[in-house]
């Protein structure tokens, strides 16, 4: 089984920071890309941002300059680094990572999400 669990969320001021972070779990588990989304109320899904494994990023151009992906592969996780928050990246975020248990096909993977309320 499967499991990305994210942490870092909470309530931080408009121009504030937070660090997001997600770890992926599992037997025998090799992850490929990985990447955050978010979600805001009434909204749909977007990508933020993404990173390859061999560590190639690309952002949604509303985070350009401001957020910064990064990832440790010994430990398969991902992390983000949210600066210069502002109140519209209020939303649930969610990490996704693609992997393979074993020799198993690469399907995609969701965390559970983790709320970040940024307040004006």
């Known amino acids: 089984q499967v499991q990305l669990v994210e942490s870092g969320g909470g309530l931080v001021q408009s121009g504030g920071s937070l660090r997001l972070s997600c770890a992926a779990s599992g037997t025998i588990f090799s992850v490929y890309n990985m990447g955050w989304y978010r979600q805001a109320p009434g909204k749909e899904r977007e990508l933020v941002t993404s990173i390859t494994s061999g560590g190639s990023s690309k952002y949604a151009d509303f985070v350009k300059g401001r957020f910064t992906v990064s990832r440790d592969n010994a430990k398969n996780t991902v992390y983000l680094q949210m600066n210069s928050l502002k109140p519209e990246d209020t939303a649930v975020y969610y990490c996704?990572?693609?992997?393979?248990?074993?020799?198993?096909?690469?399907?995609?993977?969701w965390g559970q999400g983790t709320q970040v309320t940024v307040s004006s």
């Open positions: 996704s990572a693609d992997g393979r248990i074993g020799l198993g096909p690469i399907r995609n993977y």
